[in-house]
């Protein structure tokens, strides 16, 4: 087999096809001897943009969120053009499902039988025809030069595929290829709102079984998500930053900002460490650790997962107004790295170390913070919104691993609280393992007393659909955050 020639690569990560299906000219080249065949038009590049950063995430792992960007940038796509490969790229990850259905019955072939260029443009033009106003000759002829882009013996084979599709609106083909609501309501949900089913059943036992509820939530999931804007305390003004960005204050967090547009890294106040960018809900469960009432002392907090430091840094200038001090703690260098970044001149020390080392390292004695977070690596289904290609990396089988790490990590910060000290233990995700049953489980089995205290008082008064307590979930639909888990414990 002849060695594959290296492929255009984005600060390392491979986004266009191997050598054979990846782009080279919008045309074939002019033939020898004066036979000139047609050049057809350059591909738009707002396509081409939105197709390598799919590519990139189907074939080599990569994380939207991280690889647009660079795309967008190396290919000089600003305003509109960037707004619309943004569209493109996100939409098509977030109904990929859906998208993958209809294209195996319009092909009248497993989508996973068609070569992954073709099948990557193809899920582009579908998403098109389907979830925009873009015209339909328009859809299908601009994925049909890009396919002859990528794979030019599957130009016609595109074609008919997407003529296909464009036979009949989403509703149409969710109507028929979705399997009965009555006697199929998980199946129905999945495939009419592009989420896996073992999600889908997730949400619903979350939400007390409520299949009208879990609809507005796989809605919610798959609508472009706000930005949202932390103004840290001491450092700037909530309603001075909004003013600044054209945004407003956010609903329920008294530091949150509702940015409107734009890239959030070009704000001066971001870019001076005065605001970060971080998810409102991730802003309500840190301040409300920060703000549970606390007997005796008060100057030591420990941030126990700290990495990418959004919580650490918002922790970090309420402590400065307090006089307290935060220990971040994060076992990943380069993260460790990133939280220094975010704490930078702030009362806030970090430690590159496993934070299930509580008691068997002097930087971390055990019975010595007043305050602990412990914002626990899970599955992350609570920010779908946000990642869509999550859904569909996650597996059942992700849970064992990750419960066992929660259970260990929450294990530790209760040996590292001081008796009638707080800890806060928080999940952005609504899986019941990953919440109830670890912290219930991960208590019982600490061999200290701990009594949960009610965390409803602890948000903003007025908000709605906080549950029967002492504990918290937030949503999406509910609330406009991202699906935040709260318990709040004090060791006796």
């Known amino acids: 087999m002849g060695a594959r020639r290296p492929g255009r690569h984005w600060r390392g990560l491979r986004v266009t096809a191997p050598e054979g299906t990846r782009p080279t000219r919008s045309g074939p080249p002019e033939g020898r001897g004066g036979d000139r065949r047609p050049v057809r038009p350059p591909l738009d590049r707002p396509r081409r943009a939105a197709y390598e950063a799919v590519a990139a995430v189907h074939r ?27 569209e493109l790229t996100y939409g098509t990850l977030r109904h990929l499902g859906t998208l ?12 996973a039988r068609i070569d992954p260029p073709v099948r990557d443009a193809l899920r582009l033009g579908a998403y098109q025809l389907l979830h925009t106003r873009v015209p339909a000759h328009a859809a299908v002829s601009s994925t049909v030069d890009l396919v002859r882009s990528v794979a030019p013996g599957a130009t016609g084979f595109a074609n008919a595929v997407l003529r296909e599709v464009s036979t009949r609106d989403a509703d149409a083909w969710v109507a028929k290829l979705a399997p009965p609501m009555e006697t199929d309501p998980v199946g129905h949900l999945a495939l009419a709102y592009s989420h896996p089913q073992w999600i889908v059943r997730a949400f619903s036992e979350a939400l007390d079984g409520d299949l009208g509820e879990t609809a507005r939530l796989l809605i919610e999931d798959n609508e472009r998500p ?9 450092l700037i003004d909530p309603v001075e930053l909004a003013d600044q960005v054209g945004g407003a204050p956010g609903a329920f967090s008294p530091y949150a900002v509702y940015l409107p547009g734009g890239a959030p890294g070009d704000i001066p106040a971001v870019v001076d460490g005065r605001a970060h960018v971080q998810d ?8 409300a650790l920060a703000d549970a009432p606390l007997d005796g002392p008060d100057g030591r907090w420990l941030d126990l997962c700290a990495g990418p430091g959004g919580k650490a840094g918002l922790l970090g200038a309420l402590a400065a107004q307090r006089g307290a001090r ?27 170390m496993d934070g299930r080392e509580v008691g068997g390292d002097p930087k971390l004695p055990e019975q010595h913070f ?10 992350g289904l609570g920010s779908l919104r946000r990642r869509p290609e999550s859904r569909w990396r996650r597996q059942p089988s992700d849970l ?10 929450l ?5 590292a609280v001081r008796p009638g000290g707080l800890v806060a233990y928080v999940t952005c995700s609504p899986h019941t393992v990953e919440t109830h049953v670890t912290v219930t489980e991960a208590a019982r089995r600490s061999g200290v007393a701990v009594d949960f205290v009610d965390a409803r008082p602890l948000l903003p008064a007025g908000m709605p659909g906080l549950g029967d307590g002492p504990t918290v979930q937030l949503w999406p639909h509910r609330h406009g955050t991202d699906a935040m888990f709260l318990a709040v414990l004090r060791r006796g």
Do not use: K, M, W, Y
């Open 370 to 379: 007043d305050r602990v977070l412990v914002d626990a690596p899970c599955t």
């Open 226 to 234: 706000p930005v949202h804007l932390c103004a840290r305390p001491g």
């Open 411 to 415: 294990g530790a910060a209760l040996r």
């Open 280 to 287: 409102e809900g991730s802003q309500l469960v840190a301040v």
């Open 400 to 409: 064992p691993p990750l419960t066992r790490l929660q259970r260990e990590l």
């Open 60 to 86: 080599d792992d990569a994380f939207a969120n991280l690889v647009l960007p660079i795309i967008l940038r190396e290919e000089g796509l600003f305003g509109r053009d960037a707004a619309f490969a943004t």
């Open 100 to 111: 993958d259905a209809i294209l195996t019955d319009a092909a009248g072939r497993d989508v």
């Open 326 to 352: 935060v220990t971040a703690v994060e076992v990943a260098e380069h993260r460790a790295r990133l939280v220094s970044l975010a704490t930078r001149d702030l009362p806030v020390a970090v430690l590159t």
